[in-house]
């Protein structure tokens, strides 16, 4: 199979990192010929050519649409559309998402299928634009938490991926004041030193307040780590059974289960077992997500 791969260029988006490492997977792992086209870097340079042989064009994320839309034309191929969220307006952030999602609506029916990281996503993508989406539940980069044994350093950590409003990362630092260190990971982290931050902690925190999937709850739970995740509609979907991740409705209850895990390294040591396998055996990984992909796009082809 032959795809054009349209992206969200992770030189851009460091956050958006893990759509740059799917299409390598695609090509070294699984044997696709891939073409890949990251946006920010055809806004900069020009449109990169892609043979006209491509069987389909995948657009990652609807950012990447209107680009996408030029190559369907060009090339008369199959163009699926993924999802990752519909964004909102809450406390009053991610307008710039929310005017390039309004921006880009009356193009998505040029898309012939589509694909939403979630069921909750799937929900919005329907009533956003009336038309319904598969499910392929996305997830970590597992490889990069295969390295080896790191010492418990005794600090939480919190993976925001992003200082939108909705992020609500100062709630993790309101939660852990008094109790426990608390690293923040944001910004121009290696993916690398990422993965070695949240080897060496104690347990994750994750207090946004909207997600689509959420990936760092996956992160920690693939690095053995437990984590404190706010209740959201995509988090009981998805981690209702897990018993690596503690979900909670308010802050004085964060605190309480923080205090706990604190004083007991047994309990952490067999969450982080745990969420680790229920993880693993759901497929929530890149890994997995990359194969079911595969799958997905040669059924229509």
Known sequence: MKLTYIYVDSESFTYCGWEHRVHEILQNDLDINVFPVPIHRCNREGRFPVPKEADVIFCSNPLTLEIAVEYKKRLNKLLVLQFLDIPI???????????????VKPLVKYADYLIAISKFTARQVEEWCGRKAHVLYIGCDAD??????????GYAVTVPRGLAKQKNYQEAIEITKDIVPLRVVYGQYSDIAKARIIKSCSFGIHTSRFEGFCIPVVEFCVARKPVIVRSLPVIEEIHKANKGVIIYNDVEEARRHITELMNNPSLRRKMGILGQKYVREKGLTLQQYAKNLKSFLESII
């Not at 406390?91 to 921006?103: L, M």
């Open 89 to 103: 307006e809450l406390f009053g952030s991610e307008q710039w998402r929310i005017q390039a999602y309004d921006r």
């Open 144 to 153: 990069l938490f295969e390295i080896g044994k790191i010492r418990d350093l």
